[in-house]
């Protein structure tokens, strides 16, 4: 019996191991010829399905809504003015109201021109006999341009970063004067990590606007850039990119060739600065554009990356605006002399500003018409020939009901007319469970209709089940990427709060990754970290909006990346 026993033991080892190199043959020989990718893939794509499997998922029933055919008017969507901090209060009746761009009126390094105001108005200036000071408010050059443009709200001065958004306001028929072209120098710059940069300047004897667009172009560099819509160095870099391929006509057959194909190898345009230095340090981009005074300032960028200046010069020129009585004209015109004193230059200086004093702008002037329509063609172009698949989550769980509901399906209405109709949309809801309220299909005239029906029938009510209206967006997704493999698939998410139900962050994050799917998220009145987090796996934006301010950054956010 022993030795029938120990037979029949060995007998099972030599089926275990058989089994074994059966099965392992079998799931070598089954993944022959794949890319790990592919293996990876392959696997995130049965979690997701188990996943999917585990989550409560409904159909609603398709209703159209009434298409709204007026484009989109940037001033309905602007926030009250109100939302943009004042940063030095005026001490007199007698003042002026400054616009101001952030990098000067802020704090810290960033506060020059706060500094430069509040010792003017000490400083008991007269003018017709009476003492003067000024209000200076902080607001994005972009952002301020649209105030302005639009008629919401007009101060009576201006000073962006660079001429740019000068001209534009000047194309809309705004009175607008020059009252000084300079009130401290700043430069707008590519900043190259040291390797890329000598790898670039070894192959094409030097490192420029042209070198980099032709780089780019031939896949030799991962540059992200800001959305020329909002951010100065974005609009710069535009232009001036778009002037590299025909400086005789900057929107002309030959521009447009160009810019399609440097920008189908343009990795993301970032919403903001901050989201483009985030992908910076994660390793995803060799380059990105800053301006000098940002980059002096940050020790990890100066001890680690070159920088290159290109196009007009960010000096910040000071405008006054519509037809001031001149009282008001002469206000402006002694703050412009007493910012330039060189007290006040040196301590720009010590801000870092006023570097790179021998920089010329190389970029030709630029007429605010045409300006305007090289943001409409990088709207038109900036995805080349791959299409956009996005699917929008919406929380409608019991904390959004009432107007945090109302903004944000007014948001998405608003939102969504600055879709391009070569895109394609869904929609989901969720609270404690998921509803498929739209599935993916073309941004036709039928497909909006279904969206805005959609979003009209938007109910709040249950828990908050986040990571299961992600998970099912995801599925979506990938079954549309299964019928068109070409188009580029995003996931915008609407939420107020924390995740209290269904799966969690850490059974989505693997996928998220995998996949690459970015996930802009937009938070009202909330600090929604989780949210954040997911975001940043993909280089996407995290917006915290409240619910004044919401349809505003939507649509700047949707102008970008669709």
Not at 226 to 233: K, V
Request: charged share 20%.
């Amino acid at each position: 019996m022993a030795g029938k026993g120990k037979a029949f033991v060995v007998l099972g080892v030599i089926a275990v191991a058989v089994f074994a190199l059966v099965y392992f043959g079998i799931s070598l020989t089954s993944n022959l010829g794949k890319s790990q990718t592919q293996v990876t893939s392959e696997g995130a794509a049965k979690q997701l399905d188990k996943l999917y499997k585990s989550i409560s998922v409904t159909s609603a029933e398709p209703i159209k809504g009434q298409i709204d055919l007026d484009p989109a008017s940037v001033g309905d969507s602007l926030p009250d003015i109100s939302k943009f901090p004042i940063s030095v209060t005026n001490t007199t009746d007698s003042f002026v109201e400054i616009f101001s761009s952030t990098e000067k009126s802020g704090t810290g390094v960033d506060g020059w021109l706060n500094e430069v105001a509040a010792d003017f108005n000490k400083s008991n200036i007269v003018v017709n006999g009476k003492p003067v000071s000024v209000k200076i408010r902080n607001i994005a050059s972009g952002t301020a341009a649209d105030y302005i443009k639009s008629g919401k709200y007009v101060p009576d001065a201006f000073t962006p970063s660079n001429e740019l958004w000068g001209e534009m306001v000047k194309a809309q028929g705004i009175p607008i004067q020059l009252v000084s072209k300079r009130l401290t120098g700043n430069v707008a710059g590519i900043v190259t990590t040291k390797k890329k940069y000598d790898e670039l300047v070894d192959k094409y004897g030097s490192l420029n606007i042209k070198t980099v667009t032709d780089a780019i172009a031939n896949n030799e560099l991962a540059m992200g850039y800001t959305d020329p819509f909002a951010s100065s160095t974005g609009l710069n870099f535009l232009v001036t990119a778009l002037q590299t391929f025909d400086s005789s006509d900057l929107l002309g057959d030959k521009a447009v060739q160009g810019f399609e194909k440097f920008q189908a190898n343009v990795p993301f345009t970032a919403s903001t600065t901050l989201q483009m230095r985030d992908a910076a340090k994660s390793g995803m981009l060799d380059a990105f554009v800053l301006e000098y005074q940002t980059y002096v300032n940050a020790p990890d960028l100066k001890s680690g990356y070159v920088f290159t200046p290109f196009g007009v010069r960010h000096d910040s020129p000071l405008y006054a605006l519509g037809n001031l009585p001149q009282h008001k004209l002469d206000i402006i015109k002694k703050f412009a002399e007493f910012a330039e004193q060189d007290k006040y230059q040196r301590l720009a200086a010590d801000k870092g500003f006023n570097g790179l004093p021998d920089y010329r702008s190389e970029l030709n002037a630029v007429d605010g018409t045409l300006l305007s329509s090289a943001q409409k063609l990088w709207k038109e172009k900036k995805n080349g020939n791959k299409p956009i698949a996005a699917v929008f989550v919406a929380d409608v769980s019991g904390s959004m009901d009432g107007e945090p509901l109302n903004r944000l399906k007014e948001s998405l209405l608003k939102g969504q007319k600055y879709l391009g109709r070569d895109n394609s949309i869904g929609l989901v809801s969720y609270s404690s469970e998921v509803s498929v309220n739209l599935p993916i299909g073309k941004y036709d005239a039928n497909q909006q209709s279904m969206f805005v029906g959609a979003v009209n029938s938007l109910q709040a009510g249950g828990g908050t089940a986040t990571f299961d209206g992600i998970a099912v967006a995801m599925k979506m997704l990938q079954d549309e990427l299964k019928v068109n493999p070409d188009v580029k698939p995003v996931i915008f998410v609407l939420s107020d709060g924390e995740t209290n139900e269904g799966h969690s962050l850490d059974e989505v994050r693997g996928l998220i990754e995998t996949f690459k799917i970015p996930v802009y998220t937009i938070g009202y009145n909330a600090n929604i970290q989780a949210l954040q987090s997911i975001s940043s796996i993909n280089e996407a934006a995290s917006i915290n909006a409240d619910t004044d301010d919401v349809v505003y950054k939507i649509g700047n956010l949707l102008n970008v990346q669709m």
